[in-house]
C-alpha cells in the first residue's frame, strides 16, 4: 500500500501500519485506511500502562489528539470508524496512564475533540426527563455511538480527579462538561454509560480540601461566603445548594444519580 501523495505520484512512499509493536511514525500516514488499521492495533496497545508512558515522552498523545479532531470532522465510514479507534485509545491512555499524562492529554485538548460528541446529543436531555422517574425503558441509541459516549465519560471520570482540571470543565469551555455529562445519568440509558456518567457527577463537586462549597445546580455555581452557609442534599448528603429554588431546579437530573451509597446499580 503507498501513501496519498496527489501533488508528485512518483514520490508515494509505502505506507507504514502499526503492528504489534508501537510505532509513532504510522500516526503520520496519509492514507485513511492504513491510519484506521494503525488507530485499532493502538487501541489495543494502551491498555498497557507502559505505552502511555512512551507516548507521553515522544509527542504521540499530541498527534494522536489532532487525528481525534480530524477524524470527528468526517461522516464517511472511515473516519467513523477512526473517530471510534482514536476515542478508545485516549480513554484507555487516561484510564491507563498517571496523572501527567492525563495532564497533557486535557493540555493538547482532548476535551475540545470530545465536546462535539458530547453536544451531539443534547436531544437525550429533553427525552429523558419526559419519562416518568419509575418508569422502566431504555433509550434506543446505536450501539457505536453507545461505545463511543462510554469511552468519551471514562476519560472524563479520569481526568476529572484532579482539581484545577476539574474546576476546568465547570467553565472553560464553550459549554459546560457537566452539564453535557448529567444527562446521561437518567435511569433509562444503558447501565455501563450511566454509572460513568454518575462517577462523573460525583468528582464534579467534589470540596477539594476548600472551606467553601459551590452551589451544585449548574446555572448558579455560587460559593459560599462563609462555611456552611449552603444546605446539603439531605438524601445523598454529597451536594450543596444556595437555596430551595436552585435545588429544585437542580431535582430534575440530580435525582437521577442522588444515591445515598456508592452503589450505582
Avoid at 475540545?112 to 422502566?136: G, K, M, N, Q, V
Avoid at 465519560?153 to 481526568?159: D, E, P, Q, S, T
Avoid at 462523573?200 to 459560599?224: I, Q, W, Y
Wanted: charged fraction near 25%; glycine fraction near 4%.
Amino acid at each position: 500500500m503507498l501513501e496519498n501523495n496527489l501533488t508528485a505520484l512518483s514520490q508515494q512512499q509505502p505506507c507504514l501500519i502499526m503492528g504489534p509493536q508501537y510505532d509513532k511514525r504510522a500516526l503520520l500516514t496519509t492514507d485513511p485506511l492504513a491510519l484506521v488499521n494503525s488507530l485499532i492495533n493502538l487501541s489495543y496497545m494502551t491498555s498497557v500502562s507502559k505505552i502511555s508512558a512512551l507516548m507521553l515522552k515522544d509527542g504521540g498523545l499530541e498527534l494522536l489528539v489532532k487525528i481525534l479532531k480530524r477524524q470527528s470532522q468526517g461522516s464517511d465510514q472511515l473516519s467513523v470508524l477512526g473517530y471510534s479507534a482514536a476515542l478508545a485509545s485516549v480513554s484507555r491512555l487516561a484510564i491507563r496512564g498517571t496523572q501527567p499524562v492525563r495532564s497533557r492529554l486535557v493540555q493538547v485538548g482532548v476535551i475540545e475533540a470530545i465536546l462535539p460528541l458530547l453536544e451531539r446529543d443534547r436531544t437525550l436531555h429533553s427525552i429523558s426527563i419526559h419519562f416518568p422517574h419509575s418508569e422502566e425503558r431504555n433509550l434506543d441509541i446505536d450501539d457505536p455511538k453507545m461505545e463511543d459516549l462510554t469511552m468519551a465519560l471514562k476519560l472524563i471520570a479520569y481526568v476529572s480527579k484532579y482539581p484545577d482540571i476539574r474546576r476546568s470543565l465547570h467553565n472553560s469551555y464553550r459549554s459546560n462538561i457537566y452539564d453535557l455529562v448529567e444527562r446521561f445519568t437518567s435511569s433509562h440509558l444503558p447501565q455501563d454509560l450511566r454509572k460513568w456518567a454518575i462517577i462523573c457527577m460525583r468528582n464534579a463537586f467534589k470540596r477539594d480540601g476548600l472551606p467553601l462549597r459551590m452551589c451544585a445546580s449548574l446555572v448558579c455555581k455560587r460559593t459560599e461566603s462563609h462555611a456552611h452557609e449552603f444546605s446539603k442534599c439531605s438524601r445523598c448528603r454529597r451536594v450543596t445548594y444556595c437555596c430551595k429554588e436552585c435545588q429544585k431546579q437542580a431535582w430534575v437530573l440530580h435525582r437521577n444519580w442522588c444515591l445515598p451509597t456508592m452503589d450505582l446499580e
